[in-house]
């Protein structure tokens, strides 16, 4: 049972376009987290949430945990070819220490 | 440079073979973790090590064994090796407040 559902799959858009990537579950999170990867490498982590109703900026991306912390959603204001890669979500179910990885976006941003 | 370091980078073996991944975790983390990614796939969790001692267990195969050693590195043990077990294999440490994860490169895995 996949607890965390990414949509969309895919997105493929042109530079200067803006995005939303989505993530879903049934499951209440003490926390979640982004994390990019490109090609052939490791996730990288972009952010934490940890509030319901939190929203965190870095730079054009923004992250908003939802109220009930169930669900979160990625903003890519005027996409760059940098942006390119696979977008994880992942939380963090309270009183373990096992984070739980979404089913990924892949983002491929064109110049 | 997440600090986590694996090796080897690149591994290509032969159906029936025994592998040996390694990790060592960032300086202080005491949490390490295996995950699997096959081809165009999310991150299948495989185990957790705490200090030595197992902590949690995800989808991992009979065939496949880890452990963390007193110096706090691990190794995944694969055996048995299937064509469909060829994938990158990734180890992440963690320590931060709220469990955030940090990669290691990987390990891609061809089995022919």
């Known amino acids: 049972t996949q607890l965390l559902e990414q949509s969309p799959q895919f997105l493929s858009i042109q530079e200067g376009e803006n995005l939303t990537v989505y993530c879903n579950s049934s499951s209440v999170f003490s926390s979640l987290q982004w994390y990019r990867q490109e090609p052939g490498e490791g996730p990288v982590l972009l952010v934490t949430v940890v509030t319901g109703g939190e929203v965190k900026k870095l730079k054009r991306l923004t992250f908003q945990f939802g109220d009930a912390r169930k669900d979160s959603s990625l903003h890519i204001t005027a996409a760059q070819t940098g942006d390119t890669g696979l977008y994880l979500c992942?939380?963090?179910?309270?009183?373990?220490?096992?984070?739980?990885f979404g089913t990924g976006t892949r983002l491929q941003v064109f110049p | 440079d997440s600090g986590v370091t694996q090796t080897p980078k690149h591994l290509i073996t032969a159906t029936g073979q025994r592998v040996t991944l390694r990790c060592s975790p960032r300086s202080g983390d005491l949490s390490v973790y295996w995950y699997q990614q096959s081809l165009d796939q999310g991150l299948q969790f495989l185990i957790q090590?705490?200090?030595?001692?197992?902590?949690a267990k995800g989808n991992i195969l009979e065939r496949f064994s880890a452990q963390q050693f007193p110096d706090l590195h691990s190794e995944l043990n694969l055996s048995s090796l299937e064509l469909g077990d060829s994938a990158l294999y990734f180890c992440?440490?963690?320590?931060?407040?709220?469990?955030?994860?940090?990669f290691g490169p990987g390990t891609r895995l061809t089995v022919l």
């Open positions: 090590y705490y200090n030595g001692e197992e902590r």
């Open positions: 992942a939380g963090s179910l309270y009183n373990t220490d096992k984070l739980i």
């Open positions: 992440a440490s963690s320590g931060g407040a709220y469990n955030e994860q940090f």
